[in-house]
């Protein structure tokens, strides 16, 4: 994943992982890189406590909500409904 494809990802979840508390939240871009080098990587959620210095529960918990809203926020974007279009070529192709 290039920079920039990291920072527009970051932008389009940061409304989503944005969190409010007493305490200063977690960045939404130390959230994503936590959860794309997790992915990525296959590692344990102990390893990323390790590498990032965050408590495993909170990894765990990143990782959820982080995928969470990768999904919601890129399916629309990547995984549009079909048209109607769409359904009648799909028809074709199936016949």
Known sequence: MSPDQFRILVELLHPHLQKRSIRTPLP???????????LAQGDTAKLKHAEFR?????????????????????????????SKEDWKTISVMAS
């Open 28 to 38: 939404t871009n130390l959230r994503v890189a936590v959860t794309l080098l997790y």
């Open 54 to 82: 965050i408590g495993t529960s909170t990894v765990y918990k990143i990782i959820h909500e982080t995928c969470r809203e990768i999904w919601n926020v890129l399916q629309p974007l990547v995984l549009k409904a079909p």
